[in-house]
Structures are given as structure tokens and as C-alpha cells.
């Protein structure tokens, strides 16, 4: 499977071009390495989450575990023995990438294997771990309702107008 250039008319992929392509062949390479080898059209999500597992051993955020007594603070006094393991935003955008380039390369979009539900609970399970491992708040900002925000704007613009 031939890959694609789709950045634009200049002669050197976009810096997401060149990482989405190092991401893919990690992931391929990780996949021949694999006890049996496996081949494009043969993973499965379960490989995904594998291979997410593997990464985490080259990680650079720590990430306290529960018996830790800085779990939970934000900035330790003091080192600690816990485990560094990849950050939750960097495995989202990896999976991001492994998503797009598996269609690129022609895989089905509807089974495509980075983006199964198995993927994504793994994902927010990461997500709010470290979260509370780490004393932070991912918090998901809400939209306001389209009408809700046209009355705040038209409310602004009377006071601004009087006198």
C-alpha cells in the first residue's frame, strides 16, 4: 500500500504530514515485529491497545499510582519511584494520526481499527487516570446553545450603547 502526499504543492510534507508517516511506520514495524508477524488487513483493536501498552515505556510523564502519597498532587516536593508513562494528549493525537493514515493507506473507514469503541474507552480510562494521578482537571468546556449566546451578545451590545 503506497502511501499519499496530501499537503499542499510544496515540495516537503507538512510537519503532521511527516509525523502521521513516522507514526504509521512505527506502527507497521511494530506489527512485523509481532509474535506471529501481522499484516495490514489482519489487526484488530486489541493490536491497537497492544501496541499503546508498548509505548507507554517510552514515556516522559509521571504518572503516580494510587498507594503513591503524591497521588493526586500536582507538584511533588519529591521524586518518587512511580512509573513515567506516555501522556494521555500524546496517545489522543497518535491514535488521531494512526486513524487518518489507516484510510490513507485503504483500510475500511467503517471497521477502521483506531477508532473502535474498545480504542476510545481505553483512551478516556487514560485520560481521567492520570487526571486524578496527577491532580488535574480535564474538564470538558460546554457549547452554549446557539440562541443562549446571540441574547448574551445582544445583552452586551444594549449595555454597551447606554448611556
Known amino acids: ?24 511506520d512505527t506502527f507497521g514495524q511494530y506489527l ?11 489487526f484488530n483493536p486489541s493490536h491497537v491497545l497492544e501496541f499503546l501498552h508498548y509505548l507507554d515505556q517510552f514515556g516522559k510523564t509521571k504518572i503516580h499510582i494510587q498507594t503513591c502519597p503524591y497521588f493526586g498532587v500536582q507538584n511533588p516536593p519529591t521524586a518518587c519511584p512511580c512509573p513515567f508513562r506516555q501522556a494521555w494528549g500524546s496517545l489522543d493525537a497518535l491514535v488521531g ?26 483512551l478516556r480510562e487514560v485520560r ?30 444594549d449595555q454597551d450603547h447606554e448611556p
Open 97 to 122: 494520526r494512526l486513524r487518518a493514515a489507516y484510510d490513507e493507506h485503504g483500510g475500511n473507514p467503517e471497521v477502521n481499527p483506531f477508532g473502535a469503541p474498545e480504542v476510545r474507552r481505553f
Open 32 to 42: 512485523r515485529n509481532n509474535k506471529p508477524p501481522l499484516s495490514f488487513p489482519t
Open 128 to 157: 481521567d487516570f492520570q487526571a486524578r494521578s496527577r491532580g488535574i482537571s480535564y474538564e470538558k468546556k460546554r457549547k452554549r446553545p446557539k440562541q443562549q449566546q446571540q441574547q448574551q451578545q445582544q445583552l452586551q451590545a
Open 1 to 24: 500500500m503506497d502511501s499519499t502526499n496530501t499537503s499542499s504543492s510544496s515540495s516537503s510534507p507538512s510537519r503532521y504530514e511527516s509525523q502521521k508517516r513516522r507514526d504509521w
